[in-house]
């Protein structure tokens, strides 16, 4: 992380922090927007570090807007239990249509602003739920990470600073 943190440094961006061991960067720049952000750090992160490494970009207000609008009760679940995955572009509803719901209760998804909410009870390692929304012909055309939401909260609180 260190090594990505000199890199975003060297490529002009201020504040630069890292968040654990997660990939997750924030910074503070005066130029370009999300997508040609992303193009930048990508290209630069595959020249010093040798392997292609997608990324998203995202500010402060979508970030927050995010956690806000998280249709589960985040303050009555353990973290673990609640993920959140962040798509490049937006993804309809029709990408997931293949999935009946009810075949994976307790577990269940809604969908948000260029992102996947998952609330899984017995944690992600152990969702089928998880596991099928996975799946390269789900996600195929976007870049999607998830993290769990002690990282969503965590990134909220990061980038508001």
């Not at 997608?54 to 956690?67: E, K, M, N, Q, T």
């Not at 990408?95 to 017995?122: K, S, T, V």
Request: overall charge negative; some cysteine; glycine content about 6%.
């Amino acid at each position: 992380m260190a090594e990505l943190r000199q890199l975003m440094e060297g490529l002009g961006h201020d504040g630069v922090r890292t968040h654990l061991q997660s990939g997750q960067a924030v910074f503070t720049t005066a130029r370009g927007d999300e997508e040609s952000l992303a193009t930048e750090l990508a290209a630069a992160m595959e020249s010093r570090f040798g392997f292609a490494a997608d990324v998203i970009v995202r500010d402060h207000a979508y970030l927050a807007a995010i956690a806000d609008a998280c249709p589960f009760p985040a303050a009555d679940l353990e973290p673990r239990q609640l993920h959140v995955t962040y798509f490049s572009a937006p993804v309809t509803p029709g990408r997931f249509a293949e999935i009946d719901p009810a075949a994976y209760l307790p577990e269940e998804f809604r969908l948000g602003d260029r992102a996947l909410y998952l609330y899984a009870p017995d944690g992600l390692g152990r969702s089928k739920l998880a596991e099928h929304l996975s799946r390269p012909r789900l996600t195929k055309g976007v870049i999607a990470t998830s993290r769990n939401w002690n990282t969503v909260v965590k990134l909220v609180e990061l980038t508001a600073e």
